[in-house]
């Protein structure tokens, strides 16, 4: 009797102390970073300034008295309170990469290296330290988070909606809109409607993203818009300066700085808090450096960039701005161009667009589209573009044509409503824009004086790199002038991007078209008399009637062959 009542207790004895090793190795240990309650240290968040979900969890772990039972509790307890009854590990278990397929195949990223992370990883804070330091109205007003998405893949999804709902205030978040634009399975959608807070839209048809994001908007009950891409991770306070800057001005159109999720293997990489957006006359947007003078007198780091397009995809703005501007124009398709359409509007009628360096959120930047476009990728991106074009860009649409000349004569709808709208809006015209907001876009042939090469009466005519030679003067004709209509720009004779250039020193060598520059020899041309003299060989533009390209002789300013008498075209 005795023994036994000594063995038992020597083993509670031994179980009390191997009880008290585990509690504190458990509470030593480090969190794994799939754990939440890592989330807030291992991000580096500072725990001022951060309200909602992510200092409750704070709350818990600080909490010695939890019961050593319940160790993992924490991170039950947050689950529910951010996902409530949705079953993670079966939404995401069901549609992972086989053994096998390439990770690349279906998303254009690395699926597996995304499967891997869980939906809760930690990442670094990479805002300017001074950014911890900004603070905020109280009573800031709730945002509609509206993401669009067609056949994302389930764990990046699911981390963009987690990384909002741990990384903002809650009440901040009144809902988060998901629009399914026709993804293959309708649960992947589906299912996530049951994590709080998120709805699920689904199209019955592919509109692509400008068309989803309109109804998401329509369908969102908060005052304030936060569109979002389905495959980001917000950062630590990224929406309190962005709904701090659009309630103090209803017309400011914000963006926060973005980060790069690598599409390899997944880091999380700060972008450099220098940059604006940009494009050429394609219409093609880049990330371009803040003009210097405007760098120089940026003595704080936290203030907004003002910016002349935004990327498109991550950007907060009040609703009824939205609505007044006229949403998006919702003749364009898939994918493409609605951010020049948007930020062109926004400027000329009223608004502006600012990035935030206070705000970050990661994006995951692909190398090609992983869905396919009913119309095809490069028909889509025209069409949209010449909308934004025709509709915006006055007479400066002619450089986006002169740069994009595949896209005269394609289709691109009835653009009839855009052109009420702008009226009605009293819009200002695209040569404000360019003075006002992007004055460093270099507009192509400002001070260019186009002018005919005549020989007699016939000019010098070129299509592209091809057939330089002479045929039939056509100047009356404004749309077919554009072969014979050349720019001289001393040392260079251009059409549009192409310069006239030797192929060889020697005379009798062939003249042709080629890509300018301006530092090659074999494009430097001056007047000589009615001769067009090479600057290096010293010879002249030659017809060498009667037939075959010209070419470079000896000068002989009488030679009716090498006289080019430029004559102004109005
Ligand atoms: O048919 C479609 N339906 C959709 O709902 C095609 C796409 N989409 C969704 C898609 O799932 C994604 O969530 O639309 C979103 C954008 O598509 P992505 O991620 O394939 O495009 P992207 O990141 O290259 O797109 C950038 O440019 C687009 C131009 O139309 C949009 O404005 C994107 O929102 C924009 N993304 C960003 O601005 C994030 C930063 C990237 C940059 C620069
Ligand atoms: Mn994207």
């Not at 700085?257 to 690598?262: A, E, K, L, Q, T």
Request: aromatic share 8%; glycine share 6%; charged share 25%.
């Amino acid at each position: 009797m005795r023994r036994i009542r000594a063995n038992a207790i020597a083993i509670l004895t031994v179980a009390w102390i191997l009880g008290t090793f585990y509690y504190l190795w458990q509470d030593n240990k480090p969190r794994s970073s799939a754990s939440s309650a890592s989330q807030p240290r291992a991000a580096g968040v500072k725990s001022h300034g951060q309200k909602g979900s992510v200092g409750r969890v704070e709350i818990h772990r600080e909490d010695r008295t939890i019961p050593l039972i319940v160790t993992h509790a924490p991170h039950g307890e947050l689950q529910n309170q951010l996902v409530g009854s949705f079953d993670e590990k079966a939404y995401l278990s069901s549609k992972q990469l086989k053994p096998g397929e390439d990770a690349y195949r279906e998303h254009a990223f690395n699926l597996q290296e995304s499967d891997r992370l869980g939906s809760e990883r930690a990442i670094r804070d990479t805002r300017h330290y001074r950014c911890a330091s900004v603070s905020f109205d109280p009573d800031l007003p709730p945002t509609s988070i509206i993401i669009t998405f067609h056949n994302e893949a389930r764990s990046t999804l699911l981390r963009t909606i987690k990384s909002v709902l741990m990384r903002s205030p809650p009440s901040l978040i009144q809902e988060i809109i998901l629009v399914d634009d026709f993804s293959s399975d309708p649960e992947d959608c589906q299912l996530l409607s049951q994590i709080p807070k998120v709805r699920c839209l689904r199209n019955g048809r592919r509109e692509g993203l400008i068309r989803s994001r309109v109804r998401g908007a329509n369908a969102a009950s908060a005052t304030i818009l936060t569109f979002l891409d389905s495959h980001c991770e917000v950062n630590a306070d990224w929406l309190q300066p962005l709904i701090q800057r659009v309630k103090e001005d209803h017309t400011r159109v914000v963006s926060p700085i973005i980060d790069v999720i690598s599409l390899d293997n997944f880091a999380y990489l700060a972008a450099s808090a220098d940059l604006r957006g940009g494009f050429d006359w394609s219409l093609h947007f880049k990330w371009e450096q803040i003009p210097i003078e405007q760098k120089m007198a940026r003595n704080d780091p936290t203030q907004p960039i003002k910016t002349p397009v935004i990327a498109g995809g991550i950007f907060v703005m009040d609703k009824s701005w939205f609505n007044h501007l006229g949403q998006y124009d919702t003749h364009m398709d898939i994918w493409g161009g609605e951010n020049f359409e948007l930020s062109f509007r926004v400027w000329m009628c009223g608004g502006s667009l600012e990035i935030l360096p206070c705000s970050r959120v990661g994006h995951v930047f692909r190398k090609r589209h992983p869905y396919d476009f009913p119309e095809g990728n490069a028909l889509t991106y025209i069409k949209n573009t010449r909308r934004a074009a025709e509709v915006w860009m006055d007479e400066y649409k002619q450089y986006y044509y002169a740069a994009r000349p595949s896209a005269q004569g394609k289709a691109f709808g009835s653009i009839t409503e855009r052109v009420e709208l702008r009226h009605k809006l009293n819009c200002n015209s695209f040569r404000w824009y360019l003075e006002n907001v992007y004055p460093e876009l270099r507009i192509p042939e400002q001070e260019a004086v186009y002018s005919l090469l005549k020989q007699g009466g016939q000019c010098l005519e070129t299509h592209g790199t091809d057939s330089l030679g002479l045929a039939e003067c056509k100047s009356n004709s404004a749309s077919r002038v554009q072969a014979q209509r050349w720019i001289l720009s001393e040392p260079q004779i251009r059409q549009l991007d192409l310069c006239l250039a030797i192929s060889a020193f020697t005379p009798g060598s062939k003249v042709k078209m080629e890509a300018c520059n301006s530092k090659e020899p074999r494009q430097k041309w001056r007047p000589k008399g009615t001769a067009l003299q090479h600057m290096v060989s010293g010879l002249c533009l030659d017809s060498q009637p009667p037939a075959g390209p010209p070419v470079i002789t000896q000068c002989h300013p009488q030679l009716a062959s090498q006289s080019w008498e430029p004559q102004l075209i109005t």
